[in-house]
């Protein structure tokens, strides 16, 4: 267990939806990061936060969108959803403690579905 | 960022020492080299990583020449729990930087 939550394990939906993602990070860790997995694409990056505030952006589609919250938990908006938005998304936390390069810690992931 | 190169898949049997090499000829000064481990359908986990020369924990080893454009995780005694991909990543020396991952080792062990 990495101490990264993810919320729902699973989601079903159909194309045109809107989706919201939850992750909750490892206590005391500042920064999140969202990937996204799929078989065509590999693991890849979309969009890292830091103490609230945007830091990183990857490949993310301006369909989808994230924030980070006070209490340090973040959410992954996907709207419009497509069938090709189909993947695993996972969430990843690390300290971020200043000059060195962290551990990234995954959470479990949440698969999403679209039909 | 500087690219990596790994085999695509590797087989091997319990018991065996398993060593995964990576190429990465464009490392820069400042990067880290970093392994994870993904079994199907979870997050990678962070394996072992480092800068030079050569790193032990309890799960691996990770040996980097001194020109560093190449590194080799090794696994000691494999079992099968040990089958998943294995990521080999060049991160730069910069807390908070995002992974950039390629498309791994799959790694199966039979007995």
């Known amino acids: 267990d990495s101490g990264v939550t993810q919320t729902p394990k699973h989601l079903i939906t159909a194309t045109g939806q809107r989706v919201t993602l939850r992750c909750s990070p490892r206590?005391?860790?500042?920064?999140v990061y969202w990937y996204q997995q799929s078989l065509d694409q590999g693991l890849q990056f979309l969009i890292q936060?830091?103490?609230?505030?945007?830091?990183a952006k990857g490949n993310i589609l301006e369909r989808f969108s994230a924030q980070q919250f006070p209490d340090l938990h973040s959410e992954l908006n996907l709207s419009s959803l497509e069938l090709g938005d189909s993947a695993l998304y996972f969430c990843?936390?690390?300290?971020?403690?200043?000059?060195?390069?962290?551990?990234?810690?995954f959470g479990p992931g949440t698969r999403l579905t679209v039909l | 960022l500087a690219k990596t190169t790994q085999p695509i898949s590797m087989d091997s049997y319990e018991g065996q020492e398993v060593n995964i090499t990576c190429s990465h000829n464009n490392i820069a000064t400042n990067d880290y080299i970093t392994w994870y481990q993904q079994f199907p359908s979870q997050g990678p986990r962070f394996i072992i990583q480092?800068?030079?020369t050569k790193v032990t924990n309890e799960v691996a080893s990770l040996f980097i020449p001194a020109d560093r454009k190449s590194s080799t995780l090794s696994l000691p005694r494999v079992s099968l729990s040990d089958t998943a991909v294995y990521y080999c990543?060049?991160?730069?020396?910069?807390?908070?930087?995002?992974?950039?991952f390629g498309k791994g080792t799959t790694l199966s062990v039979s007995s």
């Open positions: 206590s005391g860790d500042l920064s």
């Open positions: 480092g800068y030079k």
């Open positions: 990543l060049v991160v730069p020396y910069q807390a908070g930087t995002a992974l950039i």
């Open positions: 936060y830091y103490n609230g505030e945007e830091r």
């Open positions: 990843a936390s690390s300290v971020v403690s200043g000059s060195f390069t962290d551990t990234q810690y």
